[in-house]
Structures are given as C-alpha cells and as structure tokens.
C-alpha cells in the first residue's frame, strides 16, 4: 500500500514530500477560501460583484493581490526600530502556528503527515502559539492601537482557548481516543442504534459541543462579532496596523490558513473526516480500505471544510462586533457552563451504554 | 469654616502632601489616545484626545478645526446668488437643505416669497437630501460596530437618491439649485412615477435596515443604554435634531416654526423616544428616514401648478437688515444670521450649524466609557465633519 511505497523513498525524498504536503495543505486551504467566500460571496452578499477582471469571473485576483503585496516595501516604523528583529519575527510566528497545526490533520488513511497518538491535545497547544505571535506584533510596533489590539487579541483567545477544550472532550470521551486518525474511524465505523447507513458522525451525538466549538473557532480566528483585535473601525486594524507588504501578507495567509485548518479539525472531531462510512464498501478496518481513498479522502475533507468556512465566512459578513466585556462574559458565563454540562451527560451516558 | 491654629495648619498640609505623594506613587500612569485626525470613525478628520486608564476613558476632549475652510469670511465677497455654492458644501450629504435656509434667509429681508410649487418642490428636494444622508448614516453605523454589510445596502439605495437629486438639480451632491424667490428649473417630466418608485425602495431599505441591524441582539447590546444623555443635559448643551429628539425633547422646527416651505401640507409625525441613549437615536433616525419618504409621497401628490420663480431683479440688492433663518436639516437645527448693509452681497453671514453644537456633548458624554464605546457614541452621535468646522 501507500505506506509501504513511502517506505521505500529515502529519508529526505519524504521529508521534502511532507514539506511540500505542508505548503499545499497550508496555502490550497486559504487561497480558495480567500477567492470563494472573501472576494466573491461577500460581494454576493453586498450586492456586488468583486473581483472580475484578473482571470474568468476574477479567479486569479488572488495572484494580482500577492503580486501587489511582494513588490511594497518592508516597512519597520522609526519607533520600533530598535525592536526590528522581533517586529519582524511576529508574522511568522502568527504563521507557524497554522503549520504546527496542519501536521496532525489525517487527510486520508495513509496520507497524513505524522499519526500521534494525542493529535488533537498537541493541536488545541498549538494553536495558542500565534497569540505570542500577535502579543509580540502589538508590543513591537510601538503604536498605541496596535498595543491595544495586542491585549484585546489575548485576552480573548486565552478566554476562548478553555471552551475549545472542553468541547473537545465529548468527543474525546466518546471515541475513547485523542488520535484524530482513530476519531475518524470511529464515526466511519460506528452505527446509530444498529444503523450504520451514515455511519456515526459525532455533530449528531455531540451537537452541543460542536456548536461551542465553532463559536470558540470563530473567536480563535478573531472574524467578527468577535473581532475586537482587528477592529478596522476603532483600532484601524490593531496588532496589523504597521505591517505592510509581504508581512503583512503573512497575517493575511495566517489568518484564512487558520480557518481552513481548524474547519478542517472540526470537521475530523464531528463530521467525520476524509471518511465515508466503511459500510459502504465493505471495509471494516482502517487497513481493509482501498487505495483511492488515498486521494478521494482529502477531496472529502476540504469539501466538509468549504462548508464549514462558508458559516464562519457567513456569520463574519452579517454580525456587528461584541464588546471586549460582553466577549468574555459570554465565554466565562455562557459557553464554559454548556460545555462542562456536555461534558457531564456525555460521560453519564458513555458508562450508562 | 473653622479657624485653624499655625501648627493645626501645618499638621494639615504636611498630611495632604504625604496623601499626595502616597498617591502619587500608587498611580498608574494612563495613556494619551488621538483619536484622530486621520481615523475610520471620525468620518473626516475630527481629532479626538482621549485619556485612557486601560481602556476606560478617564477624560476626552474633541479638537475641531482640521478642515477648516472659512465659509462666513468667504461669503462676504460673494453675491447672494453665488453665496448657495459655498453653503452646500457644509454638510456635504444633504447639501440642498443647507441651501434652503440663507435663500429663506435672504428672501424674508428682500420680502419676497417663492411661489406654491417653488415651495412643494423645496420641500421634496429637503426632504429627499435628508433621506440620502440619514440612510447612508443607517449603513455607516453598521461599519462602525463592525458589520460591513449594511453600509453596502445603504449605498446602493442612496445611489436611487442621488440620481433623483441629479435628474431635477444637474449635481449629485452640490445641487446649487435654489434661487432668490423660486428655484433655478421645474422638475423634469417622469420625476414624479420615479420619485413613488424610489420612495417604496427605500422604505424597504429601512425594513432591511431594521431586520438586520436594529432586531441584532449585538447590536442592542453594542448601544442600549450606551451614552446616554438625559432631557435637560441635551437642552443645556444645545443639541438638536434627532439627537435631541432621542432623548424625549419633543421639537421639530418642521413643524414649530411657520417657514414658507411645504411641511404643514402633509401628514406626518415627530418622531421621538425617551431613553436617550445611542439606540435611541439611531431608532429615532431609522424612523424619519420613513416619515420622510411619506412626506415626499404626499408633497408628490398635491404638487400645485404654476411658476417656480417669483419676480425679482435681474442683479440681486437685499435691503439693509438683519435676519435668522433656521431649519430642521438632517443633523440638526441649521441657521443662518444675515446682516446686510443693501449691498450685492452679504455683509456678514453667521452660520449656525447642528454638528458644532451636537459634538460639544463630547467631553461630557465619554467620561468613564471604554473604547468601543466612543465608536459608538461617536458614530450616534451622527457628525459631518465640513457641518464642524465649516
């Protein structure tokens, strides 16, 4: 199988092969999102069209706009010169994250990066890496807005750090398991009360959870109404304020590669992955499963993943923004309290089962 | 007051100094925020100096000034006629009734008075300049709380608007349309089905406005009970207009003043609300974009015939006096003080415009507030920059 055909390659034949895995998984993720939901069903939306003269209906829009980014100039402001390094660190560090994170995703029974046996506990840690990132980005720019910005953004994803977690824990609980690998076959090899025509994906199950997680994914991506960060209206951007050019960039890349990955996370933890249910094939193991899933699986994921976007992206177009205090009420007060009682009934009813 | 031995006293301010210096030591130090000149909120370049605690405001003091373009200096080497082009470029999104106003001004001293179709027609144009600008306000202030879609709603029906404006006046935002004793032209032939259409789009665009916006429970929470200004603060700071209205001030010079204009010809309501805060008046303005589409309907309807100019001399000399003109124009109570002295132009023009007065509330109403807050406050507050500084 493909594994075994992996094998045979040397060692830096695979790395360069999961690197560039890495940069497809990463990049692919963003640029379409970028194009489908920030160009063109916005615009849709608002009663226009956006972008329709690079390429047909302004599909190569996003190369223009990379273009443009690469050509201005890698502005440092005088004031943040003598932290030049750091300023400069910030944006890859915000990026590195999304790359730390994209390594645990299984996009097929063989195609995946590396099998951990505590996948999704090392991406909830890794996640939080880009708010040193964006602390850093804040403090460096030696700009009053941005400082603000810096703290807001925080604040806030520590607070919507701990919903995330606990929303996971249903589903841990029930698959018994944190490998994501194992999550999917879970769901693809589960059956609801003897029926096993659609497998067992866990939003059915584990819909409160699911519901607490895309709300702390939306806060984690810092899209309005939880925007405080950013909010171009009062803090002109925050902690981007001073980027310009290709670092900027990079924020940019960050922030839509972050939500294709955690699209892509949330969509493993309850919608059931790359997989189909195995029923449908007669497959009953992970090993018994044929070989073009190798390349459908991923199909399947990034279709679940559009999907997922598409509510964030939906969500983002049509909600004013929350207060910094009215945010973390409603994390403190409102989501931890459900995810904890979803906690509690998942665990009364997987030992009462 | 009692009276205080030497030692007593220096037992006394030896204390104070300790407190002092206790003080002192203890506090933080609070940062200076320009909001301003340059910022998305400001719509123009007001600057706004605030003193924050974190992000508490402590103290906040608006510095107009940035866009100054000496408009009552400019107009005293104009002629009345010319004087219109320079007024509408005030308030820049309901440039006509800025016009309104100095003509109304200029005609009471020459005792002249437009006749019955001249004054429908005033009317429709002030009224449909106020629903450009206060629906554009209805999309602005979703871009201010972070929503981007209204605002993209918000142009497209101002857009229909415009066009009206442009179709009778030749200019979209500088109409530069009203005459001493009448207007420049009739209006031209299909106005009046197009105007109805138009009416009905943007009474739609308030029903969308108000689904998507207003019933948001973000947004009720974003503005209820955020700046509030209670009745007798908002009379003491001379507000008026929508932002007076909201705070249960029952006051419309539409209605109160006996103007030769076309209000009193229809049938409509003053709108109020008694919270007083910045969910108030963005509701109170939302509904008046809606009373004022019935208004242009009505006036439509009962448009009189006959000449839209009345007899006046070909080269304009206003009799010597002094006269204050002033209208409910979309932000507020607009006047003009006139002084002439026979010439062809006027001696000295004051002008008294909403937005100067409305941003004084400033400093009072964002003591204490956080910083998404002075968006708000700012954004309900509802300010042109060129109606600032003129």
Redesign the interface.
């Given at each position: 199988m493909l594994a075994a055909l992996l094998s045979e390659i040397p060692y830096w034949g695979q790395s360069l092969l999961r690197v560039l895995g890495g940069l497809v998984a990463v990049l692919l993720p963003a640029g379409t999102v970028v194009y489908l939901f920030l160009f063109k069903m916005?615009s849709f939306?608002?009663?226009?069209l956006g972008p329709m003269e690079a390429g047909p209906y302004g599909s190569m829009q996003l190369f223009a706009e990379v273009g443009k980014w690469l050509q201005k100039e890698d502005i440092v402001p005088d004031a943040a010169a003598p932290e030049a390094r750091i300023f400069k660190l910030a944006p890859l560090i915000v990026l590195a994250s999304t790359f730390l994170l994209v390594v645990v995703v299984p996009f097929g029974p063989d195609a995946l990066f590396t099998n951990f046996e505590t996948g999704i506990f090392y991406a909830l840690a890794v996640s939080s890496v880009s708010v040193l990132g964006i602390l850093i980005a804040g403090w460096s720019s030696a700009n009053?807005?941005s400082l603000?910005g810096g703290l807001r953004a925080a604040g806030q994803l520590v607070a919507y750090e701990l919903p995330m977690v606990l929303a996971v824990v249903g589903v841990v609980i029930q698959a018994g398991t944190m490998n994501l690998q194992q999550i999917v076959v879970a769901q693809n090899t589960g059956s609801i009360f003897g029926f096993d025509g659609v497998g067992n994906p866990y939003v059915i199950t584990q819909f409160v959870a699911f519901i607490v997680f895309m709300i702390a994914v939306q806060a984690e991506l810092t899209q309005?109404?939880f925007?405080?960060p950013i909010?171009?209206?009062?803090?002109?951007s925050g902690y981007m304020t001073e980027y310009s050019g290709f670092r900027f960039l990079i924020f940019f890349i960050g922030e839509f590669a972050t939500a294709g990955v955690f699209s892509m996370i949330a969509s493993i933890l309850f919608l059931g992955g790359w997989g189909v249910p195995f029923s449908w094939f007669g497959w009953t193991t992970i090993d018994s499963i044929d070989n073009w899933m190798n390349v459908g699986g991923p199909l399947i994921l990034f279709t679940k993943m559009l999907v997922l976007v598409f509510f964030i992206m939906w969500i983002r177009?049509?909600?004013?923004?929350?207060?910094?205090?009215?945010l973390q009420r409603f994390a403190w007060k409102g989501l931890i309290p459900i995810a904890l009682a979803n906690i509690m009934l998942t665990a009364v009813l997987k030992v009462a089962f | 007051m009692t009276m205080l031995g030497d030692r007593q006293q220096l037992a006394y301010i030896a204390s104070q100094a300790a407190d002092a210096r206790v003080n002192v030591e203890l506090e933080t130090e609070g940062?200076t925020?320009n909001i301003g000149p340059q910022?998305?909120?400001t719509h123009g370049t007001l600057r706004i100096i605030a003193r924050l605690d974190g992000?508490q405001v402590l103290w906040a003091e608006p510095s107009a000034g940035y866009m100054h373009r000496g408009y009552e200096k400019l107009t005293e080497v104009r002629t009345y006629p010319q004087v219109t082009a320079l007024v509408n470029r005030i308030d820049w999104l309901g440039s006509f009734a800025n016009e309104v106003p100095f003509i109304l001004g200029a005609e009471k001293l020459m005792g002249v008075e437009a006749p019955a179709r001249a004054q429908h027609i005033r009317t429709i144009l002030f009224e449909l300049s106020r629903i450009a600008n206060v629906s554009l306000f209805l999309g602005d202030l979703?871009?201010?709380?972070?929503?981007?879609?209204p605002v993209?709603?918000a142009f497209?029906d101002r857009e229909y608007v415009l066009n009206l404006i442009e179709g009778a006046t030749g200019g979209r935002f500088h109409p530069n349309f009203d005459r001493i004793g009448g207007l420049k032209d009739d209006l031209p032939a299909g106005f009046i089905e197009e105007t109805h259409s138009v009416m009905k789009k943007l009474r739609n665009f308030c029903d969308e406005i108000e689904n998507?916006?207003f019933g948001?429970e973000?947004?009720q929470?974003?503005t209820r009970g955020i700046g509030v200004i209670p009745k007798d603060v908002a009379l003491q700071y001379g507000l008026s207009g929508a932002n007076l209205r909201a705070s249960g001030v029952d006051w419309d010079l539409r209605r109160d003043q006996d103007l030769p204009m076309a209000w009193n010809k229809a049938d409509w309501k003053v709108i109020t609300h008694p919270d007083g805060d910045s969910f108030a008046r963005c509701w109170v303005r939302l509904q008046e974009v809606r009373e004022s589409t019935k208004i242009v309907d009505q006036l439509l309807d009962t448009l009189p015939a006959g000449p839209v100019m009345a007899k006046v001399p070909k080269i304009i000399k206003v009799p010597e006096g002094e006269a204050f003109v002033s209208t409910e124009n979309p932000l507020g109570e607009m006047g003009y003080y006139v002084v002439s002295q026979g010439d062809q132009g006027p001696f000295r023009v004051k002008i008294r415009s909403a937005s100067f007065n409305n941003i004084s509330i400033v400093p009072w109403l964002l003591k204490g507030v956080?910083?998404?807050?002075?968006?708000t406050i700012l954004a309900s507050l509802y300010f042109i920059l060129g109606d600032i500084d003129r």
């Open positions: 916005m939306m608002q009663s226009r009053k807005y603000l309005t109404p925007d405080m909010a171009e209206s009062e803090l002109v177009f049509s909600f004013p923004r929350f207060r910094e205090d009215q | 940062m925020l910022h998305p909120a992000e979703g871009v201010q709380l972070g929503a981007v879609t993209f709603f497209r998507l916006l948001n973000i947004f929470s974003r956080y910083v998404p807050d002075i968006i």
